[in-house]
């Protein structure tokens, strides 16, 4: 089997591509990467991944002409994304470079698939589902950590479980979002046109270690990182307290069910489904804390009640679907993740300053 991963020296396409290569299906695995080393890091995935046997290329998935040369593949994961949900109205990219790299990227590679009938998979997020809607669910602090009050009839595809595909995905969801949503509609569309196998995975927080360590690549590995580094910290917006909740998935998890997606036959899987920690695995940013200080230490953390843009209290994606569908569900608790991006930090004490660098 050969595969082309896009954005492979990033955290998630990094640790697909070793991960897979670790328990190849039968007849072998090729992988191909691409990447075009934008984002701060990217680089220190590069030699590792060749010494594994990775062809890893610089090219760039908005140039149509750097994907010629690969040739026929069995599958694309397009794992290459401008990932923040403040990409393109936060100063730093714009919001045309954020639709070129996020949507007319995934074009590209989806033009490739049908060309060559290779599969596609694409990994999405959770900030596909509606803002509005979300936000106006009423949560209660349970232990340090908001959760959706009882008292209240909640909306449909949303449950103290979490929440679910049914969700509604109506604007807005973000700039980010949209992207990622009209990259799930297409891909989708060319499934149905051109009979092509596709999975979507809207996933919740990966993580693990050797992630970047960057607010944009994952709230656990920034707040680890940069708690162990004395790096300044701030509960941002809401109550100013922390009590924000995001679920988190060890990559290894995201991993398995790919595997799966990778050599089913069964074109009757349902082709949306979320990926995530569940509420098991989520946690607050207050609660974060604690585990921050009973393994680094005490320190000090800032507080802004401001809230800022696309911002919620609480998001958990409901993967029963997948579990059902796949028989698959997140086999590593989220304490275990945790000890893995610290011991990560513990290992590599300037791992901020060489990805900044």
Request: glycine share 12%.
């Amino acid at each position: 089997m050969k595969i082309l991963i896009s954005g492979v020296c990033g955290f998630v396409g990094s640790s697909l591509a070793t991960r897979l290569l670790d328990q190849p299906p039968a007849g072998g695995l090729r992988i191909v990467g691409l990447d075009n080393f934008a984002r701060a890091g990217s680089w220190l995935n590069s030699g590792p991944l060749r010494r594994r046997g990775v062809e890893v290329l610089h090219g760039d998935i908005r140039q149509a002409s750097d994907l010629q040369g690969i040739g026929a593949v069995d599958w694309i994961i397009d794992a290459a994304a401008i990932p923040s949900v403040m990409a393109g109205v936060d100063g730093r990219s714009s919001s045309r470079q954020l639709v070129e790299h996020n949507l007319l990227g995934t074009v590209n590679l989806l033009e490739h698939c049908k060309s060559h009938g290779s599969g596609f998979l694409l990994i999405s997020t959770s900030r596909v589902y509606g803002i509005e809607a979300l936000g106006a669910v009423h949560t209660e602090v349970v232990d340090g950590a908001f959760v959706p009050s009882d008292n209240q009839q909640l909306p449909p595809g949303l449950s103290r479980s979490g929440v679910a595909e049914a969700f509604t995905t109506r604007p807005p969801i973000s700039l980010y979002g949209a992207t990622k949503l009209a990259s799930e509609t297409l891909a989708l569309e060319y499934r149905s046109a051109f009979d092509l196998p596709v999975w979507v995975n809207r996933c919740g927080v990966v993580a693990g270690a050797g992630q970047f360590g960057r607010a944009d690549q994952g709230i656990f590995s920034f707040w680890i990182h940069s708690w162990r580094a004395r790096r300044p910290l701030k509960y941002i917006g809401f109550d100013g307290a922390g009590h924000q909740v995001r679920d988190c998935l060890h990559v290894a998890d995201l991993t398995s069910l790919i595997r799966k997606q990778l050599v089913t036959q069964d074109t009757h899987q349902p082709p949306v489904v979320n990926v995530g920690g569940g509420v098991s695995n989520s946690m607050s940013l207050r609660n974060l804390s604690a585990w921050c200080e009973n393994r680094f230490g005490p320190r000090k953390v800032g507080a802004d009640p401001e809230p800022r843009p696309f911002d919620l209290p609480w998001i958990v994606l409901d993967c029963t679907l997948a579990g059902d569908a796949w028989e698959w569900r997140p086999s590593i608790g989220i304490e275990q993740t945790l000890d893995d991006i610290a011991g990560h930090a513990d290992a590599n004490p300037d791992w901020l300053d060489r990805i900044e660098g």
